[in-house]
Structure formats: C-alpha cells, structure tokens
C-alpha cells in the first residue's frame, strides 16, 4: 500500500528536487535539462540516487551533472508543535503555546 504525501511528510520526507543535465545522444556537444521530483529522505536521499542509478542503466544520455535541493514541507520544531510552510496555515509559537496548555488542562 501507497502512503499518501502527507502520511509521507509525517514520517520525515521532504520534497527533492533534481535538475539533471545530460547530453543528448545524437549530438553529445548539446545539453539538456531535466526536472525530477520525488518524496525522499535527507541526508542519504535513496530515491534520488535510485534514480539517477536507472538514469545511467536505461536511458541514452548520458549525465553532465545533477543539481538538487530538499525542503522539507513539516517539521519539528523544539520538539512539540508541527510547523507547516505556508503562509495560510502558519501558527504562531505564542498560538501553538496556548493550544498545548489548553490540550493538557482538559486532560485526555
């Protein structure tokens, strides 16, 4: 079974992104670019490198280089509340603060 993106973001991925540069087979002096992305985890990101291994294996171009970048969309901070990044939904620590007080006055 599939877990959904978020299920995926609350166990730690991020978003990778890749921009691989390749020449092209029939004319090697050309570049070209190609955008990847995919859930993966820091710092070790096995997607990406799965990848860009079935890169080298199937695909005729080959690479020039792999430029990439990783954010993770939640996570922890000082160990108690989820920030999310988004403007939207952002909550402030004197917000977050008040919330987990209130959690725990009312008791399980």
């Not at 029939?26 to 190609?34: A, E, G, K, P, R």
Request: avoid cysteine.
């Amino acid at each position: 079974m599939t877990m959904s993106e978020t299920e995926l973001m609350l166990k730690g991925y991020g978003l990778t992104t890749a921009e691989l540069y390749y020449h092209m087979p029939d004319y090697t002096h050309v570049l070209n670019s190609f955008v990847w992305q995919h859930y993966d985890l820091a710092p070790d990101h096995p997607k990406l490198f799965e990848f860009i291994e079935f890169w080298q294996r199937e695909i005729d171009g080959p690479l020039h280089s792999v430029r990439f970048n990783h954010r993770k969309m939640i996570s922890r901070e000082n160990g108690a509340t989820w920030w999310v990044n988004s403007p939207s939904t952002e909550v402030s620590a004197q917000q977050a603060a008040e919330a987990e007080a209130q959690e725990s006055a009312n008791g399980p």
